[in-house]
Structure formats: C-alpha cells, structure tokens
Nanobody, 122 residues
Framework: QVQLVESGGGLVQAGDSLRLSCAAS????????MGWFRQGPGKEREFVAAISWSGGSTNYADSVKGRFTISRNNAKNSVYLQMNSLKPEDTAVYYC???????????????WGQGTQVTVSS
C-alpha cells in the first residue's frame, strides 16, 4: 500500500508556471506507475499525465501536451508535474495517483492523494 501527499498548488496568473509535487510513503515506490489527474469546477475528474515505473515512458492528455511535464525521482519517492503556460481552464484540484498495474499504459489507479488546488486567473 502507498500513501500520497500532494503539494505545490496555488493561485497564479495565466501564462505562469507551477510545479506540483507528490510524496509517496513506502519502500516500493518504483513498482507503481504514477499519474496526475484533475477535477475542475463542475467537471468530472480527468487524466492529465502518467509516467512508467522507471520514468522511461510518459503519456499526456491532449489538452496539456507541450505545456506540462511529468517526472519522477524513485530515490526520493516522489513524482512531479511541471506546468507551464498555464491557462484559466487548467484551474482544478490536482490529484496524484498510483497504479499497481503491470502493463503500460495502465488502465486503473489504486491509490489517491487528497489533492491540491491550482487556480489560474486570467
């Protein structure tokens, strides 16, 4: 089992950058595929980005490709989301998630953080 804690959210202006972090507990962090999801006001939760066990593979939602970058540091049990050129439509609660899946890309995530708010003003 793994526990996830996000940090780094805040209020920024359109065009700004923000870096989210997610710290994971446990000694088997590298055995999980990690992902970021978000839920905007009045919207369903949506996939943002994912990174494979060693970080060699990533995938992104079309809406963030070229602007967001997911990375991980297995030695620090952490995953990150670098968000550049932020837009008001990026406003959401961002969640870190971990998947025990063994096939890339994974289909389900089994552990979730509590979320961190990102607000982008125009």
């Amino acid at each position: 089992q793994v526990q996830l804690v996000e940090s780094g959210g805040g209020l920024v202006q359109a065009g700004d950058s923000l870096r989210l972090s997610c710290a994971a507990s446990g000694r088997t962090f590298s055995s999980y595929v990690m992902g970021w999801f978000r839920q905007g006001p009045g919207k369903e939760r949506e996939f943002v980005a994912a990174i494979s066990w060693s970080g060699g593979s990533t995938n992104y939602a079309d809406s963030v490709k070229g602007r967001f970058t997911i990375s991980r540091n297995n030695a620090k049990n952490s995953v990150y989301l670098q968000m550049n050129s932020l837009k008001p439509e990026d406003t959401a609660v961002y969640y870190c998630a971990a998947s025990s899946g063994r096939r890339w890309p994974v289909e389900a995530y089994h552990y979730w953080g509590q979320g961190t708010q990102v607000t982008v003003s125009s």
